[in-house]
């Protein structure tokens, strides 16, 4: 049974690209949670997906950021025109229900550095 | 918003000594108390978690214990060993807030 699966695991952009990270839930999870890590740092939520809505997104800066998690296909965080403090690794993790009500299980993260 | 504080930052233990790693949290509606053990390069491990309508929970080496009057929770491992090295984060759950994570360190 895989796990989380995230790609890539590394990702190196130059200031204004952009950057689209994905995630894979574990087999039969429809809950997806997306975080930010800086180094020696905890983990930073940033937004909370079920199948096709977004149910939390209090985490996630205002612009440049944005999330999906469609019908098929894994959830996305897309990054536009990306700066140097974005540079962090993004984890992403999967439950089975609610959260608070299922645990959490996360992917290894793609570490992401900008140029 | 809730916050969680944990301590200590760095623990540094004989391999075999016991480790304590404390947290505490502000949202008293917080209901969930999950730990996780990230390695280096590696994602988040869910390693043993706890409800609120519970006191102790124990896994083999690993046990946790929640008091909810003072809002308090903590990690002991026992008899600990060098692949045990690792951080450690805590969290509380309404919304999954993490602390700032421990640095274990067991040496031979």
């Known amino acids: 049974n895989a796990g989380v699966m995230q790609n890539p695991r590394h990702l190196v952009r130059r200031r204004g690209q952009e950057a689209r990270l994905r995630c894979s839930p574990m087999?039969?999870?429809?809950?997806v949670y997306w975080y930010r890590q800086l180094p020696e740092e905890g983990l930073k939520f940033m937004v909370y997906l079920q199948k096709e809505n977004i149910i939390d997104e209090s985490g996630m800066p205002k612009e440049r950021f944005s999330a999906e998690f469609p019908k098929e296909g894994p959830s996305i965080l897309r990054i536009q025109q990306v700066v140097r403090g974005d540079s962090a690794a993004y984890f992403c993790?999967?439950?089975?229900?609610?959260?608070?009500?299922?645990?959490?299980?996360f992917g290894d993260g793609t570490r992401l550095s900008i140029l | 918003g809730e916050n969680v504080e944990q301590h200590p930052s760095t623990l540094s233990v004989q391999e075999g000594d016991s480790a304590v790693i404390k947290c505490t949290y502000s949202d008293s509606a917080s209901n969930y108390f999950p730990w996780y053990k990230q390695e280096l390069g590696k994602g988040p491990q869910l390693i043993i978690d706890i409800r609120s309508n519970v006191g102790e929970k124990k896994d083999q080496r690993i046990a946790v214990t929640l008091n909810k009057t003072a809002k308090h929770f903590s990690l002991h491992i026992t008899e600990t060993q060098p692949e045990d090295s690792a951080v450690y984060f805590c969290?509380?759950?309404?919304?999954?807030?993490f602390g700032t994570g421990t640095r274990l360190l067991v040496s031979p």
């Open positions: 087999k039969g999870h429809s809950h």
């Open positions: 969290a509380a759950v309404k919304k999954l807030v």
């Open positions: 993790a999967s439950s089975a229900g609610q959260r608070g009500n299922q645990p959490q299980h």
